[in-house]
């Protein structure tokens, strides 16, 4: 049996198990500092928020390699840390890491945050950095995690503000996109009216939603970004001829050029910072 079709996922979550257990984890966890180090800016936000006491008991959902999950268990220095992912690869570099760092009361799960069967009031802070929007079942997914925060218990989340309002999300799509059609996406949790709803449905209260901009960190220079974003993104190029994939790679960097500063290449982000209380 794989390590795949080992994990139970809610059928809905099938095709974020595919591509997190597979290719898509692979690149993240090949470049999961690349990836902690575009969000840097958010970390003190987002851990000031969440407000993690030294004997609490926080559960990291989404975690990827672990960094958050790392962090969460140095402030827990009487508690721990559960890092869940889907990601059997993303998850491997994890332990591998907090060995090498030595943090000692942290742990790792590979299972669907939605359907998995944590204990009940089992948690005192429930984080996630930008890893509670793919679920594919939303309601069900943060009922389950409501049922896992203890009573007075806090849930934080970071999730992405709408595309239009993420530089670096528009700009890549459509550079990318070589002068075809740009396809709309909606982001999970990018609405804050509607994640209110949804948290308060599924068992949270005192639901908030506050509006954080950061600077996006993607390299150290034009070339430095240049590889990563294109080996993230260069898939969209597919069926383009050589001369077109050429001059859509030329426009990156001269766009990435445009956005070189003297500690790297920076593109604007916007996110929800995402609060909430279990009763």
Known sequence: MSESSAVRVDPSNERMLKAWNGDEGTLWAKRAQRFDDGVAAYRDTFFSAAGIRPGDRVLDVGCGAGQTTRDAARLATEGSALGVDLSGEMLGLARRLAEEERVPNVSFEQ????????????????????????????????ANLARATRPGGRLVLLTWQPLRLNEWVTTFRTIFAAGREVPSVNLALSDPGETE??????????????????????????????????????????????????????????????????????YGSAAWLVEARRP
């Open 197 to 266: 709803a949804l948290l308060s449905s599924a068992g949270y209260g005192d639901v908030r939603c506050t509006a954080v901009t950061k600077p996006m960190y993607f390299g150290q220079d034009v070339d430095d970004a240049a590889e990563f974003i294109v080996e993230q993104h260069g898939g969209r190029l597919s069926g383009l001829d050589e001369a077109a994939r050429a001059k859509a790679v030329g426009r990156l960097r001269a766009d990435l050029a445009e956005h070189q500063t003297d500690r790297g290449v920076f």
């Open 111 to 142: 299972v669907d945050a939605q359907v998995h069967g944590f204990p009940d009031a089992g948690f005192d802070v429930v984080i996630s950095r930008h890893g509670s929007m793919f679920f594919g079942t939303p309601l069900a997914a943060f």
